[in-house]
């Protein structure tokens, strides 16, 4: 058979298992380069659909070939660029294929009041916050799965569960699915989400009117206690006293306690030790900002909730240039979308470019037209100015001592350069880098050795830095 006619027959078999901007963003410029030997090879045109296709489309795309009646016993995926040139003759076009019915409405979902008997305490849930819409990495999976888990056996497994990670990178998401999961799965229980900055108000203003015994009662009736942002409980002492009391009441009658933070417990300087070491006691799990290939998968599943269908070009071209959290991420395709819908407008590089730096003056853009080479780098001072800017910390986090990963990592990076391309004595970057011995610079440079070898993304974005600096 025709093989270009032989992938058309399978494309349209997959159109019934996967949704429609899935198939228009994984399956454009793809096609059928060989069938030899058992082996049906597909060709893909750029390296960030090969993980894709092997999780979600190899296993399919080999029963329905089977089904059409070819011997295929394996599918291989190569890539080739050329396949993206226009009019290439081997690919099929995928929008003629399946073209689009009436746009989607493109309302997001309504925050949702959850009414359990009782549930007084149920009604911060937002149902679009959902364990399977958020898109799992490397760098949150084990929280992800820890969630998982905690929401099908609430109280029995990891109790606490503390999960921890930086601004936008899906604490709330994650809490808030907790939430949800277990509401759905054990419609009996009782959840209590909140803030613990609502927390406080609360219970402040419960102490004023002298009804901290009610106060403390509603909140032991909870069959899971989900907590946010507990850092913001530090220095509240009565508050956090009040807390503790809590979760020892709920922990002792295995009642599931959730809490998440923007550091790790043995961080959380200024809390009671105490309540520190509960949160230790079950289970630890960090949320990191996502690699390349999940930015994108993300980005794929918000258009996807949003009801638009973006380019791969744009979306990989979106990804690379947001260097912080999901939430950035978000609020670009926002504004695309608005884009879309008030002016008719199809995104380009040129207008995506335009609002990512909106949102974000400070954004180097990665783009051929903008790139500018830069040679005024000629002290430790210019590369942490510019090492500081595109990891968007300060000079003074960068020299400091905080040893979260946003800073460490830049730190790091910057001393890399300083040794590298100024080529200066250990010594002088460690008394430079806020006073350091020359065994921590050398650590540190050892480091952003290893990390080339080892991290993709962190070498990708090194590099870009190289030639912004000029170098
Ligand atoms: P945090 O509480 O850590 O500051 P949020 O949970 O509010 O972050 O996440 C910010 C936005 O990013 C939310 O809209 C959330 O749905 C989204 N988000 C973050 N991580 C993911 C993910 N892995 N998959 C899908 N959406 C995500
Ligand atoms: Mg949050």
Redesign the pocket.
């Known amino acids: 058979m025709d093989k270009k006619i032989f992938w058309e027959k399978i494309l349209k078999q997959l159109s019934e298992d996967i949704p429609r901007p899935s198939l228009m963003t994984w399956f454009q410029n793809t096609c059928i380069l060989s069938i030899k030997d058992n082996i049906l090879t597909i060709g893909l045109p750029r390296d960030i659909f090969t993980p894709w296709h092997q999780q979600n489309s190899r296993k399919k795309i080999e029963k329905i070939a089977q089904g059409l009646g070819e011997e295929i016993l394996k599918i291989e995926f190569i890539v080739d660029g050329t396949l993206e040139n226009e009019g290439d003759s081997r690919v099929s076009d995928i929008l003629n294929l399946f073209p689009s019915q009436k746009p989607k409405s493109r309302k997001l979902p309504k925050i949702a009041e959850v009414k359990i008997a009782g549930g007084i305490l149920s009604r911060q849930l937002n149902n679009k916050?959902q364990l399977s819409?958020?898109?799992?990495g490397p760098g949150?999976r084990l929280a992800h799965a820890a969630s998982e888990s905690v929401a099908k056996s609430p109280g029995k497994k990891y109790n606490p569960l503390f999960i921890y990670?930086?601004?936008?990178?899906?604490?709330?998401?994650?809490l808030q699915s907790i939430g949800n999961e277990i509401i759905r799965t054990h419609p009996n229980y009782l959840v209590a989400f909140v803030s613990s900055e609502n927390f406080m108000a609360e219970f402040i203003e419960n102490i004023r009117h002298q009804k901290i015994d009610k106060f403390r009662e509603k909140w032991r009736r909870a069959d899971a206690l989900i907590v946010?942002d507990i850092q913001f409980l530090v220095g509240k002492t009565r508050t956090e006293e009040f807390f503790f009391h809590l979760f020892n009441d709920l922990f002792d009658s295995e009642k599931q306690i959730v809490v998440?933070s923007d550091r790790p417990p043995s961080e959380l300087q200024g809390m009671e030790k105490r309540l520190i070491s509960r949160f230790s006691m079950g289970m630890i799990a960090d949320?990191q900002f996502?690699e390349l290939e999940?930015r994108i998968a993300?980005l794929q599943?918000?258009s996807q909730e949003m009801g638009v269908i973006l380019n791969m070009k744009i979306m990989e071209f979106i990804a690379e240039n947001i260097h912080h959290?999901?939430?950035e991420?978000?609020g670009i395709l926002t504004q695309i979308v608005a884009k879309i819908d008030l002016e008719g407008e199809i995104p380009t590089q040129k207008s995506v470019t335009e609002i990512i730096k909106n949102v974000n003056k400070d954004l180097r853009i990665e783009s051929n037209h903008i790139e500018t080479v830069n040679n005024s780098i000629k002290t430790m001072n210019d590369v942490v100015d510019k090492v500081s800017k595109y990891y968007s910390v300060t000079k003074e986090e960068i020299l400091g001592s905080n040893r979260s990963r946003e800073f460490l990592v830049p730190r790091q990076v910057a001393m890399w350069f300083c040794k590298k391309k100024l080529s200066q004595p250990y010594q002088k970057i460690g008394s430079f880098f806020g006073g350091r011995d020359h065994t921590s610079v050398m650590n540190s440079i050892k480091r952003v050795e290893m990390l080339k070898k080892t991290d993709a993304e962190f070498w990708r974005n090194v590099n870009k830095l190289r030639k912004d600096l000029g170098f």
């Open positions: 916050f819409n958020f898109v799992t949150n990670g930086g601004v936008g990178l899906g604490k709330t998401h994650l946010d998440s949320l996502p999940t993300i599943q918000k959290s999901v939430r991420l978000e």
